[in-house]
């Protein structure tokens, strides 16, 4: 919950306050809310209710197939925030085409949600987003609101210590965390000891082009595994 401040304001010795300022509208002021009332002891107060941040936008990603092909989303303006390249974008869900109407998805470091909502337009039934930022959280959801979509589930919570739950298994999963924390092998651990996988599912995995591969559970089969610019990214498919 936002912080809430108290601001007294003196007001002139001997100043009559009018029946109009007693009961003066809320005001707002950039990104917050100030509700005036009167205390009945000469002093005005006003109380601030800050908004929650929104990260703001820094670039704008392009949904590249499916019934929002062409749509522009913008990118929130965070550290290490990467989206996935159209490239690699149009390869990846060429590999996945059979699969992905009616798929339920997660994608577990969701970042610029293009992953995430590359496959709700290409008709995922459901896409749960795990994003820890809360200003970038906030971002994903504006851009599902601006998509007009209530099948994309974002939740605010750190992605690692959310597998460590178990839940109902995923048909897809995207495994794109952030290139400078090494997080692929402990998100793996998690996902194949989580319950959050079935037989026939898939995993994507993103990583630097000349980054090593982690070690896959030997229930993992690598089908593709692939090079474009900076990215090395690669399907496995869960054995039965």
Not at 24 to 45: C, D, E
Not at 54 to 62: D, F, N, Y
Not at 120 to 137: C, D, F
């Amino acid at each position: 919950m936002a912080s809430r401040s108290i601001i007294s304001i003196a007001l002139p010795t001997g100043s009559r306050r009018s029946r109009s300022s007693r009961s003066r509208r809320p005001l707002r002021v950039a990104s917050t809310r100030i509700a005036w009332r009167s205390s009945g002891l000469g002093v005005a107060r006003a109380r601030i209710r800050r908004r929650r941040p929104v990260a703001k936008a820094s670039a704008r990603l392009r949904l590249v197939g499916g019934r929002w092909r062409g749509r522009r989303l913008s990118v929130p303006d965070a550290p290490g925030l990467r989206p996935t390249p159209d490239r690699v974008r149009e390869t990846l869900f060429n590999w996945l085409a059979p699969l992905i109407p009616g798929a339920r998805c997660l994608d577990v470091f969701a970042g610029s949600g293009a992953l995430g909502f590359e496959a709700l337009s290409r008709g995922a039934r459901e896409v749960v987003m795990l994003e820890r930022a809360g200003p970038v959280a906030r971002h994903l959801m504006a851009s599902a609101q601006a998509l007009g979509t209530d099948e994309a589930q974002i939740i605010h919570t750190d992605a690692l210590r959310w597998l460590e739950g178990g839940g109902k298994p995923f048909d897809i999963v995207f495994l794109d965390p952030p290139f400078g924390q090494d997080l692929w092998s402990t998100a793996i651990a998690r996902l194949n000891a989580g319950g959050w996988l079935k037989p026939g599912s898939r995993v994507y995995l993103e990583l630097p082009a000349r980054g090593i591969l982690p070690v896959l559970p030997p229930t993992w089969d690598l089908v593709r595994d692939k090079t474009a610019g900076e990215v090395r990214y690669s399907l496995s498919v869960v054995a039965g």
